[in-house]
């Protein structure tokens, strides 16, 4: 038996030298010429996606040093500055969300989704921070889609480095409910970070206003509940988290602030925060 | 626009979206169950019975894919358009199975590689994603392969039915086949997992020439460079 199974082998390697010329005798079979088509045709859509992805990271990194910079407000006088500095930031990343857009002209948005969905989600958690932190209010989907509104200038080479002005097109890049709820459910462990380190700096009405914008928040994401992919309800566990984490941080302002004079509050406060609350809140 | 505003409208995006959903799975359940249908009539011809009326099966199947094309028709009215990849997924299984079908009904026919454009025509889909409901490029090379080992069963079957000519015709399409796979630069996607079957298939279907071609089975019907 495992002796035929030997010729077997032997022979499949002498037919697959014996079959290679006739692959190259015979290249322009319909066969051949028909795969060749699609060669490109997967080529074409593999380089798209890579491309894709790399700007989806561009992005990812830009919308992250926005939001780190963003929580510096708690510790700065000036927080006008450091808003209009991220406003600055922000304006380079929809450049590249721009680039997302031109790649997706004239193809289906959901073909590509998955190249670009990490670093879509992390812009709208930037965004969605910056307005808050202006605004206290949340960002709502059509004005992070308003400002997604690219000009692009046509350039059509016509003859000899003749240059035809076909007029600037208009090219939007629309983001997915369902990117924006998870854009805004990441929102809120950015805002509970916030809350803890305006506690240790002694600000005794963020923590309160936090708490309430959050509220509001899970209550949104709980009318929502499993109707949502996956995915929401798997961040709606740790959106829990980080309420509990502020309410608990609000109910410590409250009972220690009957017992202690305002002025002092402050010190107390960001002693306690320093050596209790810090340890269980990872360093990201 | 409040909170509470901005989840009731995503809210309602979501329970939109679901009862879309909900409608494209009811069509598909009927595209799965003719497409068994199909299956079960195209299976016969592995019986040694069967090899002697092919074309009457194929015929059959062709009527099959009448009720078919009548679904894709209605499966297309199901959503919009231009949100196809939105949600591919649910169809992506029995369009290939579907591929799989039209493919080998066309090889029993002529014993040629169905085209992607015979494809689409025979379950009245398009080609470009401009134009519609189309036939994703993948779906397509996914059903080519299924079709690939259901041949390298099929060789194996006629030998065991008195006809030997068979999987020596067999082994040169699959060969043909296999170099244009070769061509392909496939990514570590599901296309190129099924893609390393390919290799299993040529490999059976060598033994079988063997085992004919040493046996003098195969001596009077040109075996192409087995001498």
């Given at each position: 038996?495992?002796?035929?199974?030997?010729?077997?082998?032997?022979?499949?390697?002498?037919?697959?030298?014996?079959?290679?010329p006739e692959d190259c005798v015979n290249p322009d079979s319909s066969v051949i010429a028909a795969?060749?088509?699609?060669?490109?045709?997967?080529?074409?859509?593999?380089?798209?996606?890579?491309?894709?992805?790399?700007?989806?990271?561009?992005?990812?990194i830009e919308s992250k040093r926005t939001i780190f910079?963003?929580?510096?407000?708690?510790?700065?006088?000036?927080?006008?500055?450091?808003?209009?500095e991220a406003d600055v930031k922000l304006d380079g990343v929809r450049q590249?969300?721009?680039?997302?857009?031109?790649?997706?002209?004239?193809?289906?948005?959901?073909?590509?989704?998955?190249?670009?969905?990490?670093?879509?989600?992390?812009?709208?958690?930037?965004?969605?921070?910056?307005?808050?932190?202006?605004?206290?209010?949340?960002?709502?989907?059509?004005?992070?889609?308003?400002?997604?509104?690219?000009?692009?200038?046509?350039?059509?080479?016509?003859?000899e480095g003749e240059v035809a002005w076909t007029g600037p097109s208009v090219l939007t890049f629309q983001i997915t409910p369902i990117d924006y709820l998870l854009g805004v459910a990441d929102l809120t462990?950015?805002?509970?970070?916030?809350?803890?380190?305006?506690?240790?700096?002694?600000?005794?009405d963020t923590p309160f206003q936090l708490s309430g914008f959050l509220r509001q928040i899970h209550d949104g994401f709980s009318y929502i509940g499993n109707t949502g992919p996956y995915e929401v309800s798997k961040k709606l566990h740790t959106l829990r988290q980080s309420l509990g984490k502020v309410e608990d941080a609000c109910y410590t302002?409250?009972?220690?602030?009957?017992?202690?004079?305002?002025?002092?509050?402050?010190?107390?406060?960001?002693s306690r925060a320093a050596t209790h609350v810090d340890p269980d809140e990872p360093m990201v | 626009m409040s909170v509470t505003e901005m989840f009731s409208y995503i809210q309602g995006f979501l329970s939109a979206d679901q009862d879309i959903r909900e409608d494209i799975r009811k069509v598909v359940q009927v595209l799965e169950q003719t497409a068994r249908e199909i299956l079960t009539v195209l299976q016969s011809v592995h019986q040694p019975s069967g090899f002697t009326d092919i074309p009457s099966k194929c015929l059959k199947a062709r009527e099959l894919f009448c009720t078919v094309r009548n679904h894709t028709g209605e499966l297309k009215t199901k959503f919009p358009v231009e949100q196809y990849y939105r949600y591919h997924e649910h169809w992506?299984?029995?369009?290939?199975?579907?591929?799989?079908?039209?493919?080998?009904?066309?090889?029993?026919e002529s014993e040629s590689l169905v085209t992607r454009e015979e494809v689409a025509k025979i379950l009245a889909i398009e080609v470009d994603r401009e134009k519609g409901f189309h036939l994703d490029v993948e779906d397509y090379l996914a059903g080519v392969l299924i079709m690939a080992s259901e041949l390298s069963r099929l060789a194996v079957n006629s030998v065991t039915a008195g006809d030997y000519g068979r999987p020596l015709r067999i082994s040169n399409f699959i060969n043909e086949l296999d170099s244009g796979f070769r061509l392909l630069n496939l990514k570590n996607d599901p296309l190129r997992k099924r893609y390393d079957g390919l290799k299993y298939d040529v490999k059976k279907i060598e033994e079988v020439v063997y085992d004919l071609s040493i046996r003098g089975l195969a001596k009077e019907l040109e075996a192409g460079g087995d001498k």
């Open positions: 038996m495992s002796k035929r199974e030997d010729d077997g082998c032997a022979r499949k390697r002498k037919t697959e030298a014996g079959y290679k795969f060749k088509v699609f060669q490109q045709e997967l080529d074409t859509k593999h380089d798209k996606h890579e491309r894709l992805v790399k700007i989806s990271r561009d992005v990812t910079l963003l929580h510096r407000v708690t510790s700065v006088p000036d927080v006008e500055e450091i808003l209009s590249k969300i721009g680039q997302i857009a031109e790649e997706l002209r004239g193809e289906d948005l959901h073909q590509f989704h998955r190249a670009f969905t990490p670093g879509i989600q992390e812009y709208v958690e930037a965004v969605s921070f910056h307005h808050f932190i202006r605004h206290r209010t949340l960002i709502s989907l059509e004005e992070i889609n308003a400002r997604l509104v690219f000009m692009r200038e046509n350039k059509k080479a016509v003859g462990g950015e805002l509970m970070r916030m809350c803890i380190s305006s506690v240790g700096n002694g600000d005794i302002l409250r009972v220690r602030g009957s017992e202690i004079p305002k002025h002092m509050l402050a010190d107390v406060f960001s | 992506r299984f029995v369009l290939q199975r579907l591929a799989f079908l039209a493919a080998f009904v066309v090889y029993l």
